[in-house]
T-cell receptor
Framework: AQSVTQLGSHVSVSEGALVLLRCNYS??????LFWYVQYPNQGLQLLLK??????LVKGINGFEAEFKKSETSFHLTKPSAHMSDAAEYFC????????????FGTGTLLAVQP | ETGVTQSPTHLIKTRGQQVTLRCSSQ?????VSWYQQALGQGPQFIFQ???????GRGNFPPRFSGLQFPNYSSELNVNALELDDSALYLC?????????????FGPGTRLTVL
């Protein structure tokens, strides 16, 4: 069965530091992978998605992620954290092959310290 | 362009009652998916509606049911509420181009069951 695993339920970084949020997937077929962000008391917003082609995907707000098949990973990074990046981040993969039905990881709560 | 809207924003019910949550999809989107997000967890896929028919269901009991209307808006109904049904319920819509499209999420309805 397809699934995504997010390592680290809480990550804390200093403002200006590198952000690295980890996601590993399990799948027997080439996956489609997504990162969503959820700000407090809000719904989910798409940060970026990998479908096919270039393995380094750039998203909104300066985030990017690299699809590494050999490591079954799709980690999210941002070179320099900003206070406004504090939120919960979810990695997701399609459910049953359709990209509009998603399996989500358990989420990583990012705190940014001044 | 109006995004996905949900109503109500908050709701308090008691165990055994029934509840109806509503979702208006983004303009032009004909597919609506519902997710349940328990506190501290990632969203879990409940079911999806496409052209007024259920198009896939997650691991939820039959007391979770839905409808989609000709204007593509949707309802989620939950009967015989249980304490564990307390969660944020998210609706997401997708445009009419097969399954390989991004979902756009609404802000959610926070349901509390006492």
């Amino acid at each position: 069965a397809q699934s995504v695993t997010q390592l680290g339920s809480h990550v804390s970084v200093s403002e200006g530091a590198l952000v690295l949020l980890r996601c590993n997937y399990s799948s027997s077929v080439p996956p489609y992978l997504f990162w969503y962000v959820q700000y407090p008391n809000q719904g989910l917003q798409l940060l970026l998605k990998y479908t096919t082609g270039a393995t380094l995907v750039k998203g909104i707000n300066g985030f990017e992620a690299e699809f590494k098949k050999s490591e079954t990973s799709f980690h999210l990074t941002k070179p320099s954290a900003h206070m406004s990046d504090a939120a919960e981040y979810f990695c997701a993969s399609p459910y049953g092959g359709a990209t509009n039905k998603l399996i989500f990881g358990t989420g990583t709560l990012l705190a940014v310290q001044p | 362009e109006t995004g996905v809207t949900q109503s109500p924003t908050h709701l308090i019910k008691t165990r055994g009652q029934q509840v109806t949550l509503r979702c208006s999809s983004q303009s032009g989107h004909n597919t609506v998916s519902w997710y349940q997000q328990a506190l501290g967890q990632g969203p879990q896929f409940i079911f999806q509606y496409y052209r007024e028919e259920e198009n896939g269901r997650g691991n939820f009991p039959p007391r979770f049911s839905g409808l989609q209307f000709p204007n593509y808006s949707s309802e989620l109904n939950v009967n015989a509420l249980e304490l564990d049904d307390s969660a944020l319920y998210l609706c997401a819509s997708s445009p009419p181009s097969g399954g390989r499209d991004t979902q756009y999420f609404g802000p959610g309805t926070r349901l509390t069951v006492l």
